[in-house]
């Protein structure tokens, strides 16, 4: 039955993306972060609907043409440059043959972001493509954050299979950059139930990042609260909040979980996080002995022989930097980091800019939660190889659109968002009087 309603969304959801790209690019982005096809059990688990999505919506481009724009914004031209350069380390890459499908997933990946930078342009897209990111993530968090409970947070909460966040230290720091944007949706929200449900969403999803038994999650989650209340407006309440949060769902987790946490400051003690820095040694002396890097396959027992501290202990980056660093030289990793400053930075200006712009309080809650997000993946990344995962990708999308709204001065014409949302009318600034206006 599940394979059955999976298909049947999809067949639908292809003929509305043929005559709308920002709908592929919403399917598009449903099946490659939440991976619904690895819910079901026949035919439809190894369908390839992302596939065929990506295929019709690229069809779609030239019969839309005249609603899509892809944007002279330095995030254009930067992430084509970061695909470039990794197809010439693949060239170059000490197992070719493994690199190459690791490649041609990334930049599938990478290609669709583009896509979607030109395709979403409006409010309600945006918003409708914040709900799709935040709400694949969310079932998981959701679901993770329901048996963390049933289970007295004693399991490991995993994620979908064969994918990005199968893993529980992946599904940890995913759920941790979603929360943010569930934050964001609330905080829009009209809807006095809605921002109620989104509020518990949130809880459980944080409960779900802890209930992953993730020390590399948990760093983030302490990053993201501290962000949190740096770009909250009522600063002494949202620290009570987080506060009172965070210490009701860490005493909810039994003893076997703090000890675990314990060994962040015992990591000498800990094979695992050893193992992670032995990999942290080869991607540096792999980095500096070859320019290009080692190409996307480069964990394997020779390159450990030649370049790592401990050659037997043979492990993955686990770090987004080192990640890049030994996969792509230092060439990788300075345009992965470039990438994220600009778009920390551009946020940064997006709030300055609306603070006190009635028209745009949604961008400056959009701008505000999109760094606190980009601040849980630098912290939580630093101890997970997910450079390429979609979802902190398709954040600065988001971002970028919300750039080109401002500048076209969209408000005048589209005064809501999706679900007819829009700022509270608490979080308002008051108008300034006309000079010369009776006070």
Known sequence: MRDIALTLIVVVGLFFALRRTWVGVLLWTW????????LTYGFAFSAPFAYATALITLISIPFNKKDLRLPLDPFVVLLPLLMIWMCVTTVFALDQAGSIPLLIRSLKIDLM?????AAIRSRKQIELFIWVNALSIAFYGVKGGIFTIATGGGMHVWGPDDS?????????????LTIPLLNYLRVVERRAWMRTALMAVMVLTALAALGSQSRGALLAIGAMA??????SRRKVMGTLVVAVTGVLLVAFMPASWEARMHTIDTYQQDASAMGRINAWWMCFHLANDRFLGGGFSSYDAATFAKYAPNPHDIHAAHSIYFQMLGEHGYVGL????ILGAYSFLTAGKIRRQTKKQPEGQWAFELSSMIQVSMVGFAVGGAFLSLAYFDLPYNVLVALVACKYWLAEKRWETEPEGAFGSGAPL??????????GARR
């Open 226 to 231: 501290l962000m949190l209340i740096l770009r």
């Open 164 to 176: 990005f966040i199968q893993g529980n230290n992946e599904l940890g720091l995913a759920c941790v």
């Open 426 to 435: 608490g979080r308002l600034p008051k108008p300034v009087p006309a000079a």
């Open 113 to 117: 972001v583009l896509v979607a930078v």
């Open 334 to 337: 300075a345009l992965f980091l």
């Open 31 to 38: 099946l490659s972060i939440m991976n619904p096809q690895r």
